[in-house]
């Protein structure tokens, strides 16, 4: 079984912790409708992508 040889000092072991932080998620605006969306991805309200008709959504009453 391996042992370390040397105690680890608090800077080299909180270096290696540093990385684990949440990241913020890209939202941007819709052209078409001008709600936030997800950045890359159908836009929820309009069904729209890229500037195609990709889901076809329903007129709201």
Not at 19 to 38: D, G, R, S, Y
């Amino acid at each position: 079984m391996a042992v370390p040889k040397r105690k680890t000092s608090k800077a080299r072991r909180d270096k290696r912790r540093a990385n684990w932080k949440l990241t913020v998620p890209a939202i941007v605006e819709c052209p078409q409708c001008h709600k936030f969306k997800l950045a890359h991805r159908v836009c929820r309200h309009c069904g729209q992508y890229d500037g195609e008709q990709i889901i076809k959504m329903e007129e709201e009453a």
